[in-house]
């Protein structure tokens, strides 16, 4: 314990001569309405305000001005606390140095509050500042190396290709430079540079990953704000709708991709489902069996599963229906389409799926394809394979609005066009295959 503080006991204690306040004697100190203060030691004084909150304050000269600092309030700051913050300030003081130089950092307070000296105080203080100069050094390269590997790396399953835009549009202008000297108006002509040249997304790619970096070293105290935040995206450009859809092809190399890949047996039918009926990954996934008649091969979608608030009619091909009768045996009794593995009382998270379709298109060597746009690639094939005769037809089977007036006062299901169109494309899935039955195949390896 500080020398200045000993002898402190029950009663009226002495410091350095005065007469010092005791816990009993703030307890009585009563609130009059006007801020009025109680001397303690050396300048250091309870503060009682107007409302009835207390703090300490130390009142002194510097320079031959008058100066105040306040340690904080009682009893946050016990009496003990409060003598040993004062005992340092009121040595800095003596030495012609502002209390604040000192005890405003957190890690030197701590120490002084554990009994620690004014020279045990200004180690930490000098450590802190060493580490803060070293930070400040640190460049966008080497932290955004950090968060790649402390990061992405371990929460990505394909870290290597999503941290593409930082490698292609940051790192090249940023890698060398201090985090200190990257600043919002740097950035922004940046980001523009790669709009101008590679377009918007990848411009938004790179203010988002900018955004994450500097986020990260903020988190870790190597910089003090986050310049790519004052940058708002909407004055990049606006994200245009994917456009993305499976040719042909690809189509034959993502089931067989599929159905060769080494995962779970429901999670391969499921996602050739959605790419059979052009659902969204949730409506499957969540699905009931009470939903199904399977004997009329017709699913109906409550409208509270529904993004358009409009419940929704799903004509089954035979294919359909098969997938679903093995998933109804897969599935082991539980009242879910796609139950969770480890419990099947709940549906299947639509995320589950992810794994089985990025194991599809790795082996298919598909690039930029995500399971939405299974939705893109069925309104594209229908049309292209001369299936979808009429708009109205493939936009009642993809359950979007009709355009136009038609739209308006047309409420027809087109039942009849919708499960011949729905048919044949799931024939045409079956025939770009060089197996005849994809449902129960396990497939060769296709060249």
Not at 155 to 169: A, E, F, M, Q, T
Not at 198 to 210: I, V
Not at 224 to 243: D, L, M, S, T, V
Request: charged residues 25%; hydrophobic residues 40%.
């Amino acid at each position: 314990m500080h020398p200045l503080i000993q002898g402190w006991g029950k009663g009226i204690a002495k410091i350095g001569g005065n007469m010092a306040l005791t816990d009993l004697q703030i307890k009585k100190l009563k609130t009059t309405g006007k801020e009025y203060q109680k001397a303690h030691d050396r300048g250091l004084s309870l503060v009682v305000r107007a409302g009835g909150a207390k703090f300490w304050r130390y009142d002194f000269r510097l320079d031959g001005k008058k100066q105040k600092y306040g340690y904080g309030n009682y009893p946050d700051i016990t009496i003990a606390e409060a003598n040993s913050l004062h005992a340092v300030a009121h040595k800095l003081v003596e030495h012609g140095r502002h209390p604040s130089e000192v005890l405003e950092d957190v890690n030197v307070r701590r120490v002084i509050l554990a009994g620690g000296s004014l020279n045990e105080a200004e180690a930490v203080l000098s450590q802190e500042r060493e580490r803060a100069l070293i930070a400040s050094r640190l460049t966008f390269g080497e932290v955004a190396g950090h968060y790649k590997s402390e990061w992405v790396d371990r929460n990505w399953k394909s870290p290597d290709k999503g941290y593409i835009p930082v490698r292609l549009h940051l790192l090249p202008k940023l890698g060398d430079k201090a985090l200190e000297d990257i600043d919002a108006p740097m950035l922004r002509e940046l980001f523009y540079d790669v709009r101008e040249r590679k377009g918007t997304q990848s411009a938004l790619h790179a203010h988002n990953w900018c955004t994450r970096i500097f986020a990260y070293a903020l988190e870790h105290d190597w910089c003090k704000n986050n310049p790519a935040q004052a940058i708002k995206a909407a004055r990049i450009g606006q994200r245009g709708k994917r456009e993305r859809y499976l040719t042909m092809p690809e189509i034959r190399r993502y089931l067989v991709g599929l159905y060769q890949s080494n995962c779970y047996r429901g999670y391969k039918l499921a996602l050739h489902l959605l790419l059979m009926l052009a659902l969204r990954k949730n409506e499957l996934c969540e699905a009931n069996w009470s939903e199904f008649d399977l004997d009329t091969a017709e699913w109906l979608i409550p409208v509270a599963r529904m993004k358009t608030k409009k419940e929704h009619l799903v004509l089954l091909p035979e294919q359909a229906i098969a997938m679903l009768r093995e998933l109804m045996r897969l599935g082991g009794g539980s009242p879910w389409v796609l139950p969770m593995p480890t419990d099947p009382k709940r549906p299947m998270n639509g995320n589950n799926l992810d794994g089985a379709h990025a194991a599809a298109i790795n082996a298919a060597g598909i690039e930029d394809y995500v399971i939405h746009d299974h939705r893109h690639t069925v309104s594209t094939q229908l049309r292209d394979q001369g299936l979808g005769l009429h708009t109205e037809i493939v936009e009642t089977a993809l359950s979007h609005a009709i355009p136009g007036m038609a739209g308006r006062y047309s409420h027809a299901l087109y039942k009849s066009q919708r499960i011949a169109m729905l048919q044949q494309w799931a024939d045409l899935l079956d025939s770009i295959m060089t197996e005849q039955a994809v449902v129960h195949a396990t497939f060769r390896k296709v060249s």
